[in-house]
Every structure is written in structure tokens, then in C-alpha cells.
Nanobody, 124 residues
Framework: QVHLVESGGGLVQPGGSLTLSCEASGNVFRIMSMGWYRQAPGNQRELVATSYNGGYNGGGINYADSVKGRFTLSRDNDRNAVYLQMSSLKPEDTAVYYC??????????????WGQGTQVTVSA
């Protein structure tokens, strides 16, 4: 079993900051990618940012155009965790944020996992 546990959501004023955290727990063998999606009411779930692993120190981070320069994704591989530092938040950032990861467990091949979602509300 693999679970993604999220934390850090909440209410913040426009221009403020929040940091989201996601940790993978359970029978984790290797993480191929880890990042965040979000979904606002009436909208499709969209990519926010994701970190992926490549060969020979390759890999990188993909950001949605709407968050570039404002959000920063980081990884802590020792903790199987990913963090999303959000700054200069806008009301348009209000959504449920979901951690997403492709993981190989100790007993299976690669599979996709989702967190339960954490609410981020940007409002005065």
C-alpha cells in the first residue's frame, strides 16, 4: 500500500503565501514523479507543477504558465516528499490541490497515486 498525505492548505489573503506538503508513505521503492494538480469549481483538474526523474542526473520540473515565477516546487527524496511554495497568491489560485505521484512500490510496477486533496482559498 502507498498513500499520499497532504498538508498546508488554508485561507490566505491575496498577495500572501502558503506552502503545501505531500509525503508518500507505505511500501515505496522508487518515485518517478511527484507534484501537484488543482481543481476549482466548474473547472477541470489541471497541472500546477510536477517534478520528474531522468537518467544520469536528468529530470526537471514542469510548471503551469499561470504559476511560473510565483510557485516553487521542491523535493526531499529522503522523506519521499514534495513541497509547493506558493507566493503572490491570487483569488484565481483558489482550488482544491491534489498531490500526484507515479511510484513503484516494493511489490508492484509503476502506478499513479493521488492525495485526498487540500483546500487553498485566496480571499480578502
Amino acid at each position: 500500500q502507498v498513500h499520499l498525505v497532504e498538508s498546508g492548505g488554508g485561507l490566505v489573503q491575496p498577495g500572501g503565501s502558503l506552502t503545501l506538503s505531500c509525503e508518500a508513505s507505505g511500501n515505496v521503492f522508487r518515485i518517478m514523479s511527484m507534484g501537484w494538480y488543482r481543481q476549482a469549481p466548474g473547472n477541470q483538474r489541471e497541472l500546477v507543477a510536477t517534478s520528474y526523474n531522468g537518467g544520469y542526473n536528468g529530470g526537471g520540473i514542469n510548471y503551469a504558465d499561470s504559476v511560473k515565477g510565483r510557485f516553487t516546487l521542491s523535493r526531499d527524496n529522503d522523506r519521499n516528499a514534495v513541497y509547493l511554495q506558493m507566493s503572490s497568491l491570487k483569488p484565481e489560485d483558489t482550488a482544491v490541490y491534489y498531490c500526484n505521484s507515479y511510484i513503484r512500490s516494493t511489490t508492484s510496477a509503476w502506478d499513479e497515486y493521488w492525495g485526498q486533496g487540500t483546500q487553498v482559498t485566496v480571499s480578502a
